[in-house]
């Protein structure tokens, strides 16, 4: 184990080098992503989608979900992505877009709902999104919201695509079902539009079984759980 640094000379440069690292992380899981998307897809530009965020605010940098984004649309592979807004914290609409704008890609902002239809109706090519845990048999856990688009990419043949660090991956999970889903505070759901009694549930996140996803690109490996 490494010994605390001492002063706050030696801890600005310790923090210094933990940005560096998740930043070159992150580099590598696009670079990667990238590279698997103009395999499986064949040339681009593509049409991409994505949930929630997992861009450079959430990411310290470069993002790694966006990260396969950016990576691509740095090499002019990319001619539009699908943002889902991301009920109910609209985390989509509020960081994504905004990232994406930042960055000149062009984008559609279209309500969770619709996801799924957009690509059934051939209007995507890949669905790329992040993970907040990846159990060991390849089940993934992410924002609420995303298994409905991976059982539609699995139902129209699109690739779906889950670009994560390799410590997101828990070797101590042994399946989705091990994962406990954090459940939010109603009023997020309910706010001032549903009427006074009214009850709801808040699951912040959903988990997505292995055989609906095509490959897990981690900043080690591209890890194909079907």
């Not at 940005?19 to 580099?27: P, W």
């Not at 984004?69 to 609209?90: C, I, K, N, Q, S």
């Not at 619709?114 to 690509?119: F, V």
């Not at 390849?138 to 609420?144: F, L, R, T, Y």
């Amino acid at each position: 184990m490494a010994a605390a640094p001492s002063g706050p000379e030696a801890v600005l440069a310790a923090a210094l080098a933990l940005l560096e690292e998740d930043v070159a992380s992150c580099r590598s899981i696009g670079e990667r992503g990238a590279a698997l998307l103009g395999e499986v897809c064949g040339a681009g530009p593509l049409r991409l989608h994505t949930h929630c965020n997992a861009g450079a605010l959430a990411c310290v940098g470069y993002g790694t979900a966006l990260g396969v984004v950016r990576a691509l649309h740095e090499a002019g592979g990319v001619r539009y992505v699908v943002a889902d807004e991301t009920r109910p914290l609209l985390q989509g609409s509020r960081i994504t877009a905004v990232e994406l704008a930042a960055l000149g890609v062009e984008h559609r902002v279209v309500v969770d709902g619709a996801g799924p239809s957009l690509i059934a109706r051939g209007l995507v090519d890949a669905v790329v999104v992040g993970a907040d845990r990846i159990a060991a048999n390849g089940d993934v856990a992410n924002k609420i919201g995303t298994y409905p688009l991976a059982l539609a990419a699995a139902r129209a043949g699109v690739p779906f695509i889950v670009a994560a660090p390799e410590s997101t991956v828990d070797p101590a999970t042994p399946d989705g079902a091990a994962i406990e889903i954090e459940e939010r505070a109603p009023e997020e759901v309910l706010g001032a539009a549903a009427p006074a009694g009214s009850a709801a549930w808040n699951p912040a996140f959903d988990v997505t079984p292995a055989d609906l996803v095509t490959a897990i690109v981690t900043d080690k490996r591209v890890w194909r759980p079907r």
